[in-house]
């Protein structure tokens, strides 16, 4: 399974934007598909993410009530809805994928980034 995210982009404070995480050569079926991110000279950090098999989303705390996380399954797509962004959200945005059975996420997507402006 290969997974792309895409959507990054420059936008200014309060602004939304949306990342899409496909995957190809196979699909999100009995997985959970999560979001992270890395800010310059930061740790990567959770962001959210969802449950495929039952369309149940989690989220991290500094995000929460701002991140929309859903999926299509007849594209084989998790969505991160993003509003109310802030100079905090920069960062590289990743998407993985985690078996619900295993504790590791096997695949991850290329990042794609979020520039937030003032």
């Known amino acids: 399974v290969q997974l792309q995210a895409f959507g990054g982009g420059l936008v200014q404070a309060g602004a939304s934007l949306r990342l899409s995480c496909e995957a190809s050569?196979?699909?999100?079926?009995?997985?959970?598909v999560d979001w992270f991110r890395q800010a310059p000279g930061k740790e990567r950090e959770f962001v959210g993410g969802?449950?495929?098999?039952?369309?149940?989303?989690y989220y991290a705390v500094p995000v929460k009530g701002r991140f929309t996380i859903s999926r299509d399954s007849a594209k084989n797509t998790v969505y991160l809805q993003m509003n109310s962004l802030k100079l905090e959200d920069t960062a590289v945005y990743y998407c993985?994928?985690?078996?619900?059975?295993?504790?590791?996420?096997?695949?991850w997507g290329q990042g794609t980034l979020v520039t937030v402006s003032s």
């Open positions: 050569g196979g699909t999100f079926s009995g997985y959970f």
């Open positions: 993985a994928a985690r078996h619900v059975e295993e504790n590791t996420h096997a695949y």
């Open positions: 969802i449950r495929w098999s039952r369309d149940s989303s």
